[in-house]
């Protein structure tokens, strides 16, 4: 009995597959390298976070410490600076981001330099708060209580009306809920900032 021989068959589907095998062969290189650039990219947006949130998270400290110092607990002009300097610095994370991305920056992208920046820098707000008031300095508690109260008084007198102050709340869990309240008013401005960045990389680069 005669053997078939398929080699002829072998031959033909070696030829017939090489087109799908180099097909394959490119898309694997792409997804490698696509997973490469976006390794790259989450690691400059971390960096970028970082940097901001630590100079962000150094001059609120150095400011509450001068407040302390100071005793100049009322002043608006540090209450504004402590309010807009977070902000102003994850914004600027966000910016030098998608700059550093040449121009395109996804929502993800936004969002993640911005809570790194603002993370640090209310968590350091935290700390640093606390350590002053609770640990270091906590009579500086009701000089903050009668500076409060004076300016109430003053107010009364020139017929502003206002209403009794909040008492702080200078415990652990107190700083905690502050410190999460304000991250998550923050984050929700973050979002919508980097939605405003956002700009897709078209798929041919």
């Known amino acids: 009995m005669k053997s078939t021989d398929f080699s002829c068959y072998q031959t033909l589907f070696n030829i017939s597959s090489k087109p799908y095998l180099i097909y394959g062969r490119m898309i694997y290189a792409a ?3 696509t997973s490469k650039l976006r390794v ?42 402590v309010l807009l300097v977070p902000l102003i610095l994850a914004f600027g994370a966000q910016i030098v981001s998608k700059v550093k991305l040449n121009g395109y920056i996804s ?12 993370g640090l820098i209310f968590l350091v707000d935290g700390i640093t708060s606390y350590l002053i008031y609770v640990h270091i300095d906590p009579g500086a508690q009701d000089l903050i209580a009668q500076a409060q109260e004076a300016r109430r008084q003053e107010l009364i007198e020139q017929g502003i009306q206002t209403a009794d102050y909040v008492e702080v709340d200078y415990s652990f869990k107190g700083y905690a809920i502050a410190t999460a309240t304000k991250f998550l008013m923050y984050t929700a401005v973050g979002m919508l900032m980097a939605l405003i960045l956002r700009k897709k990389r078209p798929i041919a680069q």
């Open 31 to 33: 997804y490698l390298w």
């Open 40 to 81: 790259l990219m989450d690691s400059i947006i971390k960096k970028i976070g970082l940097i901001f949130g630590i100079s962000g998270a150094l001059f609120i400290s150095l400011t509450y410490i001068y407040i302390w110092q100071q005793q100049d607990y009322l002043n608006g002009i540090f209450t504004v600076i």
């Open 107 to 118: 929502l993800k992208q936004g969002v993640t330099a911005f809570v790194i920046c603002i």
